[in-house]
């Protein structure tokens, strides 16, 4: 067992490390920057004079610029399913594979930590270049006892995290940059199962870039996905984002945000820029942005990581509330100084950070307006009077969602019928509540990291991949015209 900054032959890296990126690219910093203050000041005096000389056209001129934005998403999301077509050249294996360290933190996950081990050990790379660390809180003393007590691989290590603030995922995740010794490195979470070949796959990709600038490669992230209706949903929301619209980001040649596990990194770029941000509470997605203006690139990968989803209510809506409050987060941090992104990178941050915080505020909104428009007509025994621009451009929005749903869980080899897409509104609506609450508590509480409760594997997983191996064969069939090749939808393992 290791004790995180004890060792004196770590203690100067490992200071390094746990720091961070720089104040100004934290989002620790809670003021405004100066071009936030023009920008919003601008904003202000801009509509306060719209409404003093034309207070007639105000209202209809807003409309139609959120219609014009909300258009300009939906022609994005169907550029990003064309781009994302296609099978990726698969590069060759490497002479000698490199040093590769694994990140696993973990914070009151006894009950799956024996699972995660598992897991971990059917990874299928050289055991001589494997550095493998358990990173566990060190009042966590539930976890650390199981972890301890169950039988690992010799690569695998516990790292102890010694207290401080603020007690997140990143934190950690600094503490194990800091006594990392491979080139390469990745994270997973507790209820991960990843492909056993996705080290080998990434370690590939990394050799044969020819610019030396590539510096993280996001695999793919599948959901067990059961018959609850959250459960389901949040599986096709995965397989849109991971299946089509990061896929065509990748190939577009444009930063995105990471998820939050599964993400391969070249350990002297993750160092470079100072690792994660401890006080991003969607550390993930901010790094993702953060390599970008410092000259980096990102990549995607095929072989993936399957997930169990949070859940209930109960599970769904503080994790989805802490995303939504790291995006504001995020969004707030870089455009401190957007120009660093260049006009690619801002561009990509708006329609990616900027467009979920968008949806997920207006969602819950355009759905009372459509039922109380409807509703009111009804009564009234007339047809529904609406502005013909914004209806159209909300039923175009649902549309291009539904498709990029159907087909990255068409790719994912999860399940998405009508009787998902039919109930798709009424999960949208549910993301303008957390959205709300995400608002509220990042006035409140910016840097509280709720935890999201991990499950073991049920005996679905099992039945499934019996029930789908038929269905698996024949996207495999049809990889040419898919993001993944081949082994990418193989069926997700059994627990």
């Not at 790379?125 to 010799?154: F, N, S």
């Not at 621009?389 to 649902?398: D, E, Q, R, Y």
Request: aromatic share 8%; charged share 15%; net charge neutral.
């Amino acid at each position: 067992m290791i004790r995180a900054g004890k060792s004196d032959r770590t203690d100067r890296r490992y200071a390094a490390a746990r720091s961070g990126p720089p104040l100004e690219e934290s989002a620790a910093l809670r003021a405004f920057a100066p071009f936030q203050i023009l920008l919003i000041m601008a904003l202000t005096s801009a509509l306060c004079l719209a409404f003093w000389f034309w207070p007639g056209h105000l209202g209809a001129t807003l409309i139609a610029i959120a219609a014009t934005a909300f258009l300009g998403m939906a022609v994005w999301r169907v550029v990003l399913l064309l781009v994302s077509t296609g099978r990726p050249l698969q590069p060759e294996e490497p002479p000698n594979w490199p040093q590769y360290t694994i990140l696993a933190a973990l914070h009151d996950e006894a009950d799956v930590v024996c699972q995660l081990i598992e897991h971990l050990s059917r990874i299928d790379y050289p055991p001589d270049k494997l550095q493998g660390l358990l990173l566990l809180e060190a009042h966590d003393q539930a976890t650390i006892a199981v972890a301890h007590a169950a039988v690992r691989p010799p690569w695998l290590k516990l790292l102890l995290i010694p207290p401080g603030s603020p007690q997140t995922k990143p934190r950690a995740l600094n503490s194990g940059l800091a006594v990392a010794t491979g080139e390469l490195l990745t994270v997973y979470d507790a209820e991960d199962a990843p492909d056993p070949l996705q080290l080998r796959e990434a370690a590939a990709r990394f050799a044969a870039d020819p610019t030396g600038r590539l510096a993280c490669l996001q695999a793919p992230l599948r959901i067990r996905a059961g018959r609850l209706f959250l459960e389901r949903q949040f599986a096709a929301e995965y397989a849109s984002l991971f299946e089509t619209a990061l896929p065509g980001m990748a190939r577009l040649g444009l930063p995105f945000p990471l998820g939050g596990t599964s993400n391969h990194f070249r350990v002297d770029a993750l160092r470079a820029v100072g690792g994660w941000d401890a006080w991003n509470v969607t550390e993930d997605a901010d790094l993702g942005f953060r390599l970008w203006a410092h000259g980096w690139r990102l990549g995607m990968i095929s072989r993936p990581t399957w997930e169990t989803p949070p859940g209930s209510l109960a599970h769904w809506l503080p994790q989805r509330t802490r995303w939504l409050k790291g995006y504001l987060q995020t969004l707030g941090v870089h455009s401190r100084r957007p120009w660093r992104l260049g006009w690619r990178g801002a561009l990509s941050l708006a329609m990616t950070v900027g467009s979920g915080l968008a949806s997920a505020a207006i969602h819950g909104l355009s759905l009372a307006w459509v039922a109380a428009a409807v509703l009111v007509a009804t009564i009234a025994g007339l047809p529904p009077e609406t502005p013909a621009l914004a209806l159209s451009v909300l039923t175009l929005g649902a549309a291009t969602t539904w498709l990029a749903c159907a087909i990255g869980a068409r790719r994912a080899g999860v399940s998405y019928g009508p009787v998902d897409m039919i109930a798709a509104p009424a999960y949208w609506g549910l993301l303008s509540i957390a959205f709300v609450h995400a608002a509220w508590r990042l006035v409140v509480e910016p840097f509280t990291w709720d935890k999201t409760p991990h499950r073991r594997d049920g005996p679905l997983a099992g039945a499934r991949t019996a029930a789908t191996a038929e269905t698996h064969a024949a996207l495999d069939g049809t990889a040419p015209l898919r993001l993944s090749a081949g082994h990418a939808a193989a069926p997700e393992p059994d627990p």
